[in-house]
């Protein structure tokens, strides 16, 4: 249940939110403290709201209490729980609890309900072409200007845009994911974390690119490469916008677990009674019709109501995600995930599209760039990857690397 606590709050109100932001994203708290509001025209004192999420309204477990209370900001609380209707004339609007570079946090990502996943898949990255001519970019200024929304503003945005298919709306939101301009929340709402820029190297020279919010100013601080089916990469020169996140894709690298807890962490359809169900299994290429013997494997599973669902069976449970995830688990188990390519001297890694990664994990490949994967033959080929993060990844999700295969070719 939500709710807001109260802080007697001093100095400049953006210096505190951003202290607030900082100790949430340590302390990994982004799924009690939602959101933060400040008092309408706060001067040198003045209060801030924590929107909070509990099981229980107005409570807060002990040991979160304790951690709240090591952030100096929030040293002087008000004891009682308050709700909208107590703090909605004096509080400000929400402003999403997001520090720079928190774009770049672990987070479980859901599949949208909506999405099919052969309808995407079937495109490749070659149809991104379908897409109208600077869609994402517009997009982003909107999700931008409106700063956190539910998935239907989301799509009415795409529809207002030209893309009315839902399966390419589902991609363009993943894509602005990938590339650290957009976040899931759960719940089917989004949210878009500040502007911040990553600094990376590329052939021993610094490159400085924008990641979170944008608008169309943002578009005169640097030079721009367009790419397909994502907004350009805006490449600034130095002291140009927001605080510097150096080699994001090291840090988000190191953060993420291995592909066991990853799987163990990942949500559950709960009960499911497969003799009730029309079962298809994947067999590395496509979903057929099978009987289910307790097998490992992704199915897909069509409910008396006709909709479809997709779910990993493993270890005793069916677990449930984004299609990709799910995808690379289960080409895993079965033993088909083909070897990555690593060419040291262009720094590009090489990954079969069917084995695409999980999208937290992807995400570390596409920040080391700031661009979206090419494809070229049935691969996707990331840039500008240094071989540390390369290895790391490969050693995390159990992928064999390969330093010595030849190069792909569109």
């Given at each position: 249940m939500r709710w807001f606590r109260a802080y007697r709050t001093y100095g400049p109100a953006p210096v505190a939110v951003e202290k607030v932001a900082r100790f949430v994203q340590r302390h990994r708290l982004g799924d009690v403290v939602v959101s933060?509001?400040?008092?309408?025209?706060?001067?040198?004192?003045?209060?801030?709201?924590?929107?909070?999420?509990?099981?229980?309204?107005?409570?807060?477990?002990?040991?979160?209490?304790?951690?709240?209370?090591?952030?100096?900001?929030?040293?002087?609380?008000?004891?009682?729980?308050?709700?909208?209707?107590?703090?909605?004339?004096?509080?400000?609007?929400?402003?999403q609890v997001r520090a720079?570079?928190?774009?770049?946090?672990y987070r479980q990502v859901r599949r949208e309900s909506f999405e099919n996943p052969f309808e995407v898949d079937a495109r490749v990255l070659a149809r991104d072409a379908e897409l109208p001519?600077?869609?994402?970019?517009?997009?982003?200024w909107f999700l931008s200007a409106a700063g956190t929304g539910s998935w239907s503003s989301l799509r009415a945005a795409c529809r207002a845009l030209g893309?009315?298919?839902?399966?390419?709306?589902?991609?363009?939101?993943?894509?602005l994911r990938l590339l650290g301009h957009l976040e899931l929340l759960?719940?089917?709402?989004?949210?878009?974390?500040?502007?911040?820029?990553?600094?990376?190297?590329?052939d021993g020279r610094p490159v400085r690119f924008l990641v979170g919010a944008r608008d169309s100013r943002s578009l005169t601080l640097g030079s721009v490469d367009r790419q397909a089916g994502g907004p350009?990469?805006?490449?600034?020169?130095?002291?140009?916008?927001?605080?510097?996140?150096?080699?994001?894709?090291?840090?988000?690298?190191?953060?993420?677990?291995?592909?066991a807890a990853y799987r163990a962490g990942l949500g559950t359809l709960g009960s499911v009674n497969p003799q009730l169900l029309k079962l298809r299994l994947f067999d590395g290429h496509r979903f057929a019709e099978a009987a289910f013997s307790g097998q490992v494997g992704l199915f897909e599973l069509t409910l008396p109501d006709g909709r479809t669902q997709h779910a990993l069976h493993v270890d005793g449970?069916?677990?449930?995600?984004?299609?990709?995830?799910?995808?690379?688990?289960?080409?895993?188990?079965?033993?088909?995930?083909?070897?990555?390519?690593?060419?040291?001297?262009?720094?590009?890694?090489a990954v079969r599209f069917e084995g695409r990664?999980?999208?937290?994990?992807?995400?570390?490949?596409?920040?080391?760039?700031?661009?979206?994967?090419?494809?070229r033959g049935g691969w996707l080929v990331y840039r500008n990857v240094p071989l540390r993060v390369a290895a790391r990844l490969a050693a995390k999700l159990d992928v064999a690397l390969d330093l010595t295969a030849p190069e792909v070719h569109a």
């Open positions: 933060l509001r400040v008092e309408r025209r706060a001067g040198r004192e003045f209060w801030l709201f924590l929107t909070l999420e509990t099981e229980q309204w107005g409570e807060l477990p002990e040991e979160l209490e304790d951690i709240l209370g090591e952030c100096p900001v929030l040293s002087q609380p008000l004891p009682e729980a308050l709700g909208l209707q107590d703090i909605q004339g004096m509080a400000s609007g929400d402003l720079l570079g928190q774009c770049l946090e001519e600077d869609a994402a970019e517009r997009l982003l893309v009315t298919d839902a399966g390419l709306a589902s991609r363009l939101a993943r894509h759960g719940r089917g709402r989004w949210a878009v974390p500040p502007a911040a820029v990553a600094c990376v190297q590329v350009g990469r805006v490449v600034v020169p130095q002291g140009v916008g927001a605080g510097e996140l150096v080699w994001p894709a090291d840090a988000l690298s190191l953060s993420l677990p291995g592909v449970r069916w677990v449930e995600g984004e299609f990709f995830t799910l995808r690379f688990l289960a080409v895993q188990a079965m033993g088909l995930l083909e070897a990555w390519r690593f060419r040291a001297d262009r720094e590009e890694l990664l999980p999208e937290v994990y992807e995400r570390a490949l596409v920040l080391c760039s700031g661009l979206l994967p090419e494809s």
